[in-house]
């Protein structure tokens, strides 16, 4: 094994709880491990602090009328349990941490003042849930990007369709300005498509009939004929669709076998 | 810049009064400015900019997209020098990912990787790269020499700056429970170029000190006179806090306590 492979490990074991409790971790004694254990959890509650802030930043704005700033569930007894386990970057502790982070903020009740408080955390749970996953460091000139020519076209591990009872896209910004009133959104069903680029850029793009059908449709066996066939849309409409799917990170063209 | 430069880090939530404050001779650019930052273009016209950015871990080569980037950033911000870390935070096949500073073992094979990376990267832009220390937490049994002995090695074949972080560096002394003047002492310090100073805070989880956006004590203040004086070739101190927290009294205060220290 090469120092790079070695340094793989550590990495490994202070982001991944599991790994640096198991024998064969403790085997390799690199280092010590109540030392390790120390960092990991200074580098876990780092890692999800910058996650939350930036993630939940409307629930933060928010904050003023809920009482509730979303980070305080790090320092939190059920944060703190959630470590012995977590994985970070993992989509399951994202899912985890923002679980706590929306059922922290539930629990005060700000009755009628934010209607659409419940659309908003799914919304950023699912940011934040997307963001996470395995990620391209390093552009290796082998197609990260998924523009295959003739390939088949397929959904992006870890993009989600949400569909909200309210129009967030147009309250959002209006969150991280200043305000008096709470800002309200319109009720109004909302589709939204959420997905992240294989560099890590999450990026949300409103979603209409075309693009569900597309989404559900592309598995990476389906031509582009045979997708449109299938949605029951012209191969160009389904070709435009795809194109600003791949722009979003949402899909890509498989060209394996 | 002929003359030391006492400078701090850019933080957009600060932005209208960074616009209007005197004291403050350079900022540093942890990130690049928001496409909404209003306070950049008056940012950017009136301050002497360092390019201090996440380019890339140079255990690896550098990509060519991330290049582009670094050539872009440093033109945009006319830095006059472009700043790295000795850093390894994410595994090689991107599915671990420390998003924290981590540092490299110090090894023949790591020294190998950083040399060839960074005079691969120093070919490709227009200003000096410099390259800032990184503090462990906790000694690596795979690691072959100490980090002054392969820091030295590095900057002595590279040619590259030193970025000392002063605050790495005494929170190792800490934790090696030796003074922090006699462990600086280890370090190159005739390559230095820029230091950065800041706060050190208790940290729960690590039972001890850490990096804070807090105010240098006097003693890190003492420290950084004390380095200053060993390193010839410094053309600039940076005050190093970037974090939404940081009150304008806090990096006002500390510019001027580090501007009267040195």
Known sequence: ?257 | MASLSIGAFYNPHLGAELVRTDGIDHLAMADPPAAGDPHWPAIRARYRLLLHDYLGQLSEPLDERSIERARTLAELYRTPWVAEHFQCLHTQDGTYNLNYVFPPLYTEEFLTRFTTNATALQARLDQPLVMENIPGFFDVTASRMPEPVWLRRFFEATGVGFLLDLPHVWLEAHYRGVKAERWLAEFPLEHVVELHVAGVEEDRDLRGPWIAPSEPSDEMLALTAHALARCPRARAVTFDAFSPSLSMDVLLRSVQRIREAV
């Open chain 1, 1 to 257: 094994m090469n120092d790079r492979a070695v340094q793989d490990l550590l990495i490994r074991a202070l982001a991944d709880a599991p790994y640096r409790d198991s024998a064969e971790w403790r085997a390799r004694a690199l280092a010590d491990p109540e030392r390790v254990e120390r960092f990991a959890r200074f580098l876990a509650r780092h890692f999800y602090h910058e996650r939350i802030v930036h993630f939940f930043k409307y629930s933060r704005a928010l904050g003023r009328v809920t009482g509730r700033r979303p980070e305080a569930v790090l320092t939190r007894p059920d944060f703190d349990a959630l470590l012995r386990a977590a994985v970070l970057g993992s989509r399951a502790t994202a899912q985890a941490v923002a679980d706590l982070v929306a059922a922290y903020v539930r629990d005060r009740e700000a009755p009628g003042l934010v209607p659409y408080r419940d659309d908003l955390l799914r919304y950023e749970a699912a940011m934040m849930v997307v963001e996470a996953g395995p990620r391209v460091w390093t552009d290796t000139g082998k197609g990260e990007e998924g523009r295959g020519k003739g390939a088949s076209p397929e959904i992006v591990e870890g993009t989600v369709l949400l569909e909200l009872t309210y129009d967030l896209p147009a309250v959002l910004p209006q969150l991280l300005k200043p305000w008096t009133a709470v800002p309200q959104a319109a009720a109004r069903p909302t589709r939204l498509l959420v997905a992240r680029s294989p560099y890590g850029r999450v990026a949300v793009a409103r979603s209409d009939d075309t693009v569900v059908a597309v989404v559900q449709l592309a598995d990476g066996k389906r031509t582009l004929e045979q997708l449109a066939a299938g949605a029951g849309l012209e191969v160009a409409q389904v070709e435009e669709t795809l194109q600003g799917l791949v722009d979003l990170g949402a899909v890509r063209f498989s060209t394996g076998s």
